[in-house]
Nanobody, 123 residues
Framework: QVQLVESGGGLVQAGGSLKLSCAAS????????MGWFRQAPGKERVFVAA????????YYADLVKGRFNISRENAKNMLYLQMNALKPEDTAVYYC????????????????WGQGTQVTVSS
């Protein structure tokens, strides 16, 4: 079992930045590929970014490429998502997930999820 707890969400103006964190506990964190997904009201959960066991490679959804950066600190059991140049369309609940795959871009690749953290970007 892996427990995941996201934090760092909030309300920010368009163009601003936020850094999300995901704290993991339970099984060995470094054995999981990790990812961030988001879900807007009335929509499906969609892929945002993923990172492999070792930190490389990383993958990003086209909508966030160049603006978001995913990273991890295995020694601290932490996953991060630095979000810059935020847009109102980035508004969603953001979830971190853990995958037994080296790296995954589909929600089905992930077996553990956090409870989510709300990100709201005002125009």
């Amino acid at each position: 079992q892996v427990q995941l707890v996201e934090s760092g969400g909030g309300l920010v103006q368009a163009g601003g930045s936020l850094k999300l964190s995901c704290a993991a506990s339970g099984r060995t964190f470094s054995s999981f590929g990790m990812g961030w997904f988001r879900q807007a009201p009335g929509k499906e959960r969609v892929f945002v970014a993923a990172i492999s066991w070792t930190g490389r490679p990383t993958y990003y959804a086209d909508l966030v490429k160049g603006r978001f950066n995913i990273s991890r600190e295995n020694a601290k059991n932490m996953l991060y998502l630095q979000m810059n140049a935020l847009k109102p369309e980035d508004t969603a609940v953001y979830y971190c997930g853990a995958s037994e795959r080296r790296i995954g871009v589909r929600a089905d690749d992930y077996i553990y999820w956090g409870q989510g953290t709300q990100v709201t970007v005002s125009s």
